[in-house]
Nanobody, 121 residues
Framework: QVQVVESGGGLVQPGGSLRLSCAVS????????MGWFRQAPGKERELVAT???????NYADSVKGRFTISIDNSKHTVYLQMSSLKPEDTAVYYC???????????????WGQGTQVTVSS
């Protein structure tokens, strides 16, 4: 059984910073990629940032220069450091991980429950 658990969400003022964490646990052979998506009410879930275990990174244009994604392979944990936050960053942030649980299954995506980030004065 694989668990993906996010933490670090909360309420911050515009211009503030917040760090999200996502830890993966359970029976895992390997992790290929982890990342963050977000979803605001009435909108589609959108990519925020992804990172591979080799530390290749991709960011949405809207967060480039403000957000930094990192990964600790030994801890199976990904982080999203968010700075210069804007009200439009308000959303539920979901962590995902492409995980190799068994060789027969291949890679599958696992999702966390989400953590709320609210940017407001």
């Amino acid at each position: 059984q694989v668990q993906v658990v996010e933490s670090g969400g909360g309420l911050v003022q515009p211009g503030g910073s917040l760090r999200l964490s996502c830890a993966v646990s359970g029976s895992i052979l390997d992790i290929n990629r982890m990342g963050w998506f977000r979803q605001a009410p009435g909108k589609e879930r959108e990519l925020v940032a992804t990172i591979t275990v080799t530390r290749n990174r991709n960011y949405a244009d809207s967060v480039k220069g403000r957000f930094t994604i990192s990964i600790d392979n030994s801890k199976h944990t990904v982080y999203l450091q968010m700075s210069s936050l804007k009200p439009e960053d308000t959303a539920v942030y979901y962590c995902y991980a492409d995980i190799l649980r068994t060789y027969a299954e291949g890679l599958n995506a696992y999702w966390g429950q989400g953590t709320q980030v609210t940017v407001s004065s």
